[in-house]
């Protein structure tokens, strides 16, 4: 993958901010100078992700955050203190969605809004004319998705979608051997699995409802259909899912209303090239464990992460490629520096930070694009429906079935 910008300055983190160095005033800094941000974000949202990437902006260093926009005070109250921890730069406060869009000194807007807004809140952004990030999954169903992948076709700047396990440090070198070095021959199968402990509180709870996130398939696993989607390079043709809700929030209610959500899955994916794929999921688990298991006709890659937060020990993370007598078996634990892997997602947010600054000063980057988005919320879709009828659906069908047969032109 290209997406790393090799002339990005390797940073000395620790001694930059380590007192027995703070005496070092502005004018002498030279290894411990910071660039110069470019760029001015406007985030919108700012929850748990507006806030990881205000923190991460600051850390990247090369886009100022400007200004924020949120409908609820305090999740904007929260934002400024906590932000306060990463720089001092001041930040606006917006009254209303236009008024942030359009700031006249804002190059870029990041949406961090919940998932059934995205839709209504791109909309606007887009009258803008800027560069927008826009968090995953971009909508909460297939109309939306198709729309905004129209919509990006003919947009005078670029829309960037939020799936940035891609820069995930065991998938960056997962899709080196398995695509570029090619070290697995052809890929034929794809496993890949999340245990973790349930969706976090969220402000209105709107990841325990399926009609406001898309369904747990379509707002958290949209992630890792993208990651099958890049690895398979080809299109899924068939998608059979059993899952339901067994654990979590069964007895959840909001309003009297029930939530709805699933919180374990298998899902199985055959892609018309002949790849097939299934996942795994789920989601009362005490920890965090993912793995992917890609299998070709020279050899099999391990990739694993286990984030064991309850013992708060260092994430591990490994790679391991096997290839029996056909060649050179080996096994790396990976990751990138400690400040990146705390700074979010174990330091993949960072690097959709590069991407994405990178994309605003002209150059072309590795990113989620809407259509590959698109893709992730098909197969997830796909995977919602198979659930809820307990029948294979075929995505040909499926996609037609909802007037959306251009998508497949
Ligand atoms: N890429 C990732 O790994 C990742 C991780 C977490 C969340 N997300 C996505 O980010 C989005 C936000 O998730 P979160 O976890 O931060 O949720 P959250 O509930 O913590 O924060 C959402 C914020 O948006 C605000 N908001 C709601 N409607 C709004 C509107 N119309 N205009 C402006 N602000 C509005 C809420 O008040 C809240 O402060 C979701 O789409 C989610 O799927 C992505």
Redesign the pocket.
Known sequence: MKWIDKLTKTRLRMFESSTGQSHVTEEDRFLFARPLAKHNLVI?????????HMRVAAMLGRARVHGI????E???D??EKNFKKHSSDPLVRYAD?HT?CNDPAADALM?????Y??F??LKVAMASGKPIFL???MATDLHDAAAIVDLSASYSAFIQI????RYKAQYVEAFHEALERRSLGDVKTISVSEHRPPF?????Q??KFSRF?GGTLV??CC?YFDLINLLAQGRPARVFASGGQAVNFVDFEKDGERSDIEDNAFVIVDYANGVRANFTLNMFCPDFDEEMIIVGDEGKLIAKENFNFQHQTESEISVEVLKGELGISKKSIVGYTRPVEQS??HG??YY?HIAFVDQLEGKVVDCATAMQGMWAMIVASAAQHSMADGQVVDVEEFIGSQGLANLLA
Do not use: M, R
Request: hydrophobic content about 25%; aromatic content about 6%.
């Open positions: 919108i949202g700012t929850g748990t992700i507006g806030q990881e926009f949120d409908t609820q305090h999740s904007l929260s934002a969605l942030a949406i961090c809004t919940p998932n807004t995205h209504e809140v968090e995953k999954p939020g799936l940035q396990y976090l509180d969220k402000v209105g709107w990841n996130s707002e958290k992630h979010g997602h993949s947010t959709e």
